[in-house]
């Protein structure tokens, strides 16, 4: 099993900046590739960002790309999500989700249904 907890979520303004934070425990593998995802209320969960084992294939959705950084820390089984220049609009539950991989691939999975494990989520409220 795997467990993800997100934390970093808060209330800001328009233009500032936050980062989220996803610490992996549990049966983490190496080759494991993890994403945030967004949800608003009564809508599904969106795609925001992939990242791979490695760190060096990354994917972003195209509403947050050249604003949210993804990256991570293997040695502390962590990944960050870094959003700047925020917008009213990314306002939205965060979800860190792990995709489990058996092999040392770079290719990234953008629908939610891929994912295998998920967090509960953290807030971020952007007002204008």
């Known amino acids: 099993q795997v467990q993800l907890v997100e934390s970093g979520g808060g209330v800001v303004q328009a233009g500032d900046s936050l980062r989220l934070s996803c610490a992996a425990s549990?049966?983490?593998?190496?080759?494991?590739?993890m994403g945030w995802f967004r949800q608003y209320p009564g809508s599904e969960r969106k795609f925001v960002a992939a990242?791979?084992?490695?760190?060096?294939?990354?994917f972003y959705a195209d509403s947050v790309k050249g604003r949210f950084t993804i990256s991570r820390d293997n040695a502390k089984n962590t990944i960050f999500l870094q959003m700047n220049s925020l917008k009213p609009e990314d306002t939205a539950v965060y979800y860190c989700?792990?995709?489990?991989?058996?092999?040392?691939?770079?290719?990234?999975?953008?629908?939610?249904?891929?994912?295998?494990?998920w967090g509960q989520g953290t807030q971020v409220t952007v007002s204008s």
């Open positions: 989700a792990l995709q489990r991989q058996d092999s040392y691939v770079y290719a990234l999975s953008l629908g939610d249904d891929e994912y295998d494990y």
């Open positions: 549990g049966r983490t593998w190496r080759s494991d590739a």
């Open positions: 990242i791979n084992w490695s760190g060096r294939s990354t």
